[in-house]
């Protein structure tokens, strides 16, 4: 039986063939010469600078006026601080930067979104390789950066573009620390976070979803709780754990509604109210404390009725 099996072509192993490095159930068997295949970054780059070069060609052909949006964009370029009306200032000096190079076209204005959305598309590239393989990376590119909002957005100046840049570089920082936690990518991360509050207030949402991620994923429960023990300490961490679960969904509330109201234009100096200002920090520390203490709130439950 054993020499039927060894003799029948479909179950016969060539010694010439080998198993590439990393292959899981499943995957075939690599003919001779065959090794690791090749990066597709390359190809992707190629791509992607291409479909950025037609769609900067394409602004300078258009006859669009600026939208009501992006001319006050525009106008807050010209008079550079801090923050304006309802939208942090990473905009208005993203804008005027551009205008320094090109002047003050409407091509010009709207020129730093295509190529924003070039590097987003990279960066997503590298987070798909991170997660996934090569081939995962290339059309998660690809389609980032022909997704139909991305397409349209591509044409226009607005507070989105540079927020899912700093989204991306964010999130790449965070799948990064998950493997394998470094200073360098802490860094990173809390420069992207920066960026990404100066350019809209909602990149606060990816904190709320790192402590989501923290419900659900061992690894990021654990990255959480190593973060939060190195700035206030364990014995702090279990303090914070007595606000009881109700007094934690109304801190999450808080959060959200600040954000919504900071995006509608409401009164800065209303919104950052000492009494408000303290439910909010509370609340954050209310929020992301939750999922790090979890597993010890479970045993100490355990002994407790023990």
């Not at 190809?43 to 602004?59: D, E, K, M, S």
């Not at 990376?137 to 397409?151: K, P, Q």
């Not at 790192?210 to 990021?220: C, K, N, P, R, T």
Request: aromatic fraction near 8%; charge should be neutral; hydrophobic fraction near 50%.
């Amino acid at each position: 039986m054993l020499e039927a099996i060894a003799n029948n072509p479909l179950t016969r192993f060539s010694p010439s063939a080998r198993i590439d490095p990393g292959s899981g159930p499943g995957q075939a068997l690599s003919p001779p010469g065959r090794g690791k295949a090749k990066s597709r970054l390359g190809l992707a780059v190629a791509i992607l600078a291409g479909l950025t070069l037609v769609r900067v060609i394409g602004l300078a052909a258009s006859v669009v006026d600026l939208f009501p949006d992006e001319a006050q964009y525009w106008a807050w370029s010209r008079d550079l601080a801090w923050g304006y009306f309802s939208k942090p200032p990473l905009l208005a000096w993203t804008i005027a930067a551009a205008d320094h190079v090109c002047g003050s076209a409407e091509a010009c204005i709207r020129a730093p979104a295509p190529i924003l959305y070039f590097a987003t598309s990279l960066l997503v590239y590298a987070i798909a390789a991170t997660l996934y393989d090569d081939r995962a990376a290339f059309w998660a590119s690809m389609l980032t950066a022909l997704g139909t909002g991305v397409v349209f957005s591509a044409r226009i100046i607005s507070t989105d573009v540079p927020l899912l840049l700093f989204w991306a570089l964010a999130l790449l920082a965070y799948v990064k620390l998950l493997q394998q936690p470094k200073l360098s990518w802490s860094v990173v991360l809390g420069l992207a976070l920066g960026l990404g509050l100066l350019a809209k207030y909602a990149m606060i949402y990816f904190l709320l979803g790192a402590g989501l991620a923290a419900l659900f994923e061992a690894d990021a429960r654990k990255l959480l709780a190593d973060q939060l023990d190195r700035a206030v300490g364990r014995e702090r961490i279990h303090d914070i754990d007595l606000v009881g679960p109700v007094d934690r969904a109304e801190a999450v509330f808080d959060v959200v509604d600040f954000v919504e109201d900071m995006d509608d234009g409401g009164d800065f100096h209303s919104l950052l109210s000492l009494s408000r200002a303290k439910r909010v920090i509370s609340g954050g520390a209310a929020t992301h404390t939750t999922t790090a203490s979890a597993p010890t709130m479970i045993p100490r439950c355990a002994r407790d009725k023990l």
